[in-house]
């Protein structure tokens, strides 16, 4: 029982972790105006984490909403403490329905 609860937590964390670097693509894909900046993030996902090309890509279009509101964050963050702050406040905003920048 107790690895299976660790297992999950492992999960997570990677998952996790796996966000926070595709928001760093996308972040640095809209700083360079590149003009499909998702696509670009899907490609790097498959680079580095060791994914198929169909699975990184179904990755970033299935959290497509949290890699851009990471990249935010990341975008209007100076310390790791701002970021954190950052994704607090993300966590507490109502959805729109409209695309943060």
Request: with cysteine.
């Amino acid at each position: 029982m107790a690895d299976d609860t660790n297992g999950k937590k492992a999960r997570v964390r990677e998952l996790k972790e796996q966000l926070v670097k595709a928001a760093r693509m996308y972040a640095m894909c809209q700083k360079a105006e590149v003009s499909e900046p998702m696509d670009v993030t899907g490609l790097a996902v498959a680079a580095f984490e060791d994914m198929q090309l169909r699975e990184a890509m179904l990755f970033v279009r299935t959290n497509e909403r949290n890699i851009k509101d990471l990249a935010w964050a990341l975008g209007n963050s100076n310390s790791a403490q701002e970021f954190e702050q950052r994704v607090k406040e993300i966590k507490t905003l109502p959805d729109r329905g409209e695309p943060r920048r």
